[in-house]
Structures are given as C-alpha cells and as structure tokens.
C-alpha cells in the first residue's frame, strides 16, 4: 500500500517569513496530493490540493509542488501569520472514486509575532 | 455550507462498556469514511462506504469494532467492548470526486 512521510514533524517561523513542508510517497499509481490543515479540537479542513497533470498550484499565499518522479510534493505558505499555526497534513491517493486518502504523520507550525 | 455532521463530540467510559459514533454526510456524497487519530498522529482509515455497501475495511479491528450504514447516508461507528488503546479522535468524512471533507471529529477517552 501507499505510505506517506513528511518532514519536519514541528517547524518554528516568525511572522512575515516563509515556511515550508515536504512529503514523500512511495505509490506511483497516486495521482491525488491534497493538504489538511487541522486546528486545535478541530476535523482536518483541506487547503490545497494536486492531482498528478500539474506541476504547481497556488491559492493567495498557499502553493503545492508537485515531482512525479522523485515522487515529493511540497506545501509552501508564504507571508505567514500567526493565525497559520496548526498542524498540517499531507496525503495522497488514486484519486479515483474508491480511492483512500493515506496520511503523514503530521508538521505542528509555530508561528510567533 | 454544507458539513459533515458528527456526534458526541467528546466521550469518556470506562474500558469493557460499549460506544458508539454516528454520522451525517453531506448531502449527495456517496462515499463515507471513518478515520481514527491517535494525538499526535495523522488519520488512519478504518472503513470506506460506498453508499451502503464497504468499500475497505481492511484496518478495522472487526472483533470489536463495526460500522454499518443501513440506508446510504448516515453511518453508525460502534466499539464493544472499548480498550484503553481505543482513546483517539475518530473522524467521518465524505468525499465527492476524490476530495475529502471531515467532520469536527469525535474525541473518545477510555479510563
């Protein structure tokens, strides 16, 4: 089956700067790449997704990258606020209508004033 | 806008006593899923629903836990009897072409 790491499980910015997080998957079959967001208490709230006949995707100051053949893709949030703390997840799928999202085990973002 | 409708958001027993989930869908999604998360960890499946019928429950410890959607929307998640080890959030999301929505979860805590 699919399996999904990311890095770094925490990661520490001060507000204005950019941050940064990776995944990688090992399922070349995957064709889905989304990303959770996932306060306090909370249910995960999707953010951004890919699919597998783009390279990039940028929503105001969120993007996704995308490399089919290293098999990595990347969330890159810049301009950060403190309200951009939370824990955020990776995932990665077929894409298809029976498809299972599997997750990362998660990057804790820390942004201080 | 539409959400994922999940119940009791919080549960504490006592391990050996029986719980159990319900969820809302949103409307139209055919397919369902239950999720567990233990803290500090991101979700793993439990069971996939495809209208009525499973999909994967291929991670579901099936001598204690069950999942049933009698009718195609709603879905029931029931552990009996609940382990210590069954403290996590245990989180529905439906999905509509692939893209996963979720509920605010249901946090159980066994003592």
């Known amino acids: 089956g699919e399996n999904v790491e990311q890095h770094p499980s925490t990661l520490s910015v001060q507000e204005g700067d950019s941050a940064v997080i990776k995944c990688t998957y090992s399922d070349s079959a995957s064709n889905y790449f989304p990303w959770y967001k996932q306060e306090l208490g909370k249910g995960p709230q999707l953010i951004i997704d890919i699919r597998s006949n783009v390279g990039e995707k940028k929503d105001q100051r969120i993007a996704v990258t995308l490399n089919k053949t290293a098999k990595h893709f990347s969330l890159h949030i810049t301009e950060t606020q403190p309200e951009d703390s939370a824990v955020y997840f990776c995932?990665?799928?077929?894409?298809?209508?029976?498809?299972?999202?599997?997750f990362g085990k998660g990057t804790m973002l820390l942004v201080s004033p | 806008e539409a959400e994922v409708a999940q119940s009791p958001r919080y549960k504490i027993t006592e391990k050996s006593q029986a719980v159990a989930f319900w969820c809302d869908p949103i409307s139209g999604h055919a397919t369902l899923y239950w999720y567990r998360q233990i803290l500090g960890q991101g979700p793993e499946l439990l069971v996939q629903f495809q209208d009525e019928s499973v999909v994967d429950d291929s991670q579901l410890p099936k001598d204690r836990f069950s999942a049933e959607r009698l009718k195609g929307v709603d879905s029931t998640l029931k552990i009996q009897p609940a382990e210590l080890g069954d403290s996590a959030m245990y989180l529905c999301?439906?999905?509509?072409?692939?893209?996963?929505?979720f509920g605010e979860g249901s946090r159980l805590t066994v003592l």
């Open positions: 995932a990665a799928s077929s894409g298809s209508g029976y498809s299972t999202l599997t």
């Open positions: 999301a439906s999905s509509f072409d692939g893209e996963l929505f």
